[in-house]
């Protein structure tokens, strides 16, 4: 049974996503004035704060499982924070794994583990690479698997480099593998927090299964 406690931070946050949602269609001129009021409303008492997402091949493993598993996601909606002061600007933290648009294939989506934000110095082991620091909104992201070879199969920022925060369309908070393997992904600890509510409300586990494919 879900507790009060609980229920109230879920609450918290679905009304902060709905809000979010409903500016950047707004400001993106998907709706006028008028119709930002019912967008916020209905996305609040209708729409979930999470999908599901089908993860496959190898980068991920073991975290994702060996071929990869079903994931429930946390919608990442991203808006200027200057425009709506009490929206915590901060959505991800290095540590997490996200779900972001495939920056070669732009109809596909890929997940991998956050490493690094603006700000960070990128040094690496290949002396023909220059360092350099990533920029403003820009981030690194890197695939589990260390069995896999970094630039012909990990196919992440070490084969497409720095990456826009604003592609990360959400965040894996949980994973179900096979029928009996499944858990919470293992995200940064401030993200863990954040999400523990909608865990705690939207999870279920016998739906997942429904549409896993492995």
């Not at 705690?200 to 997942?208: A, H, K, N």
Request: glycine letters at 8%; a negative charge.
């Amino acid at each position: 049974m879900v507790s009060a406690a609980t229920w109230i931070r879920y609450v918290i946050g679905k009304l902060e996503y709905s809000a979010s949602v409903g500016w950047k269609h707004y400001k993106g001129g998907q709706i006028t004035e008028r119709e930002l009021g019912d967008t916020i409303w209905k996305n609040f008492f209708q729409g979930k704060l999470t999908f599901m997402h089908y993860n496959k091949g190898e980068e991920m493993a073991p975290t994702l499982g060996a071929q990869g598993g079903t994931l429930l996601v946390r919608k990442i909606p991203w808006v200027d924070p200057t425009k709506i002061p009490w929206v915590d600007p901060t959505k991800v933290f290095v540590g997490d794994v996200v779900v972001l648009k495939d920056p070669i294939k732009s109809d596909d989506f890929l997940v991998r583990r956050l490493a690094a934000v603006e700000g960070y110095e990128m040094v690496s082991t290949d002396e023909k690479d220059e360092p350099f620091v990533l920029v403003k909104d820009q981030c690194w992201v890197l695939a589990d698997n260390e069995n896999v070879k970094p630039k012909q199969e990990a196919k992440d920022s070490r084969t497409f480099g720095p990456v826009s925060l604003t592609d990360i369309v959400g965040r894996a908070i949980y994973c179900l593998r096979t029928a009996v393997d499944h858990g919470p992904v293992n995200n940064s600890q401030f993200s863990m927090q954040k999400d523990s509510p909608v865990l705690e409300v939207e999870l279920d586990v016998d739906e997942m299964a429904k549409g896993h494919k492995a």
